[in-house]
């Protein structure tokens, strides 16, 4: 089986707000029912928020890589800390390896938001493919997801 690539993308080179990563859609589960909540790259406004997309987490502590999860949690309850929800069930959705390994800056940045903006687009990553290619390729989706953790390894 093929190595399924993400790209880290220059959030700041980009505008953007927090760190980024680039997710083939088809690297996710057929019919993935959480990829609709994720907003139109082309069509968003810029001076609008990006969605939280609940029930969606990611996992960036290993620097080569990093997991989707699907993230079930109690319907009632108060949590501990607004930054802290816990979990029913966890299950992975998909994993990808980075084109480049990912550094330690980048994962502190991340985590001091808590937050991850992930793009979904249609092209696969390949060497000569652009960032602005693959965040303004009509059907780019994107969302902003939690993270799993708030320790940089």
């Known amino acids: 089986m093929a190595e399924k690539y993400w790209l880290r993308l220059d959030h ?9 990563v680039y997710v083939p859609t088809g690297h996710l589960p057929p019919r993935w029912p959480l990829e ?3 907003v ?18 990611a996992d960036i502590a290993d620097p080569a890589g990093m997991q989707l999860l699907a993230v079930e949690t109690a319907a009632s309850g108060a949590q501990r800390h607004a930054a802290v929800v816990d979990a ?5 959705v998909a994993t990808g390896r980075y084109t480049e390994p990912s ?6 940045q991340a985590y001091a938001g808590r937050l991850l903006i992930v793009v979904l687009g249609h092209l696969l990553v390949q060497a000569s493919t652009t960032p602005l290619e693959l965040l303004f390729t009509p059907g ?14």
């Open 140 to 153: 780019s989706r994107m969302g902003v997801v939690a993270l799993v953790a708030n320790q940089v390894p």
């Open 36 to 38: 609709q909540h994720f």
């Open 88 to 92: 029913c069930s966890v299950t992975a």
């Open 40 to 57: 139109d790259v082309l069509n968003h406004d810029e001076n609008a928020d990006l969605p939280i997309v609940a029930g969606l987490a």
């Open 103 to 108: 550094t330690r800056d980048w994962r502190e």
């Open 12 to 20: 700041e080179g980009l505008g953007m707000p927090l760190p980024a």
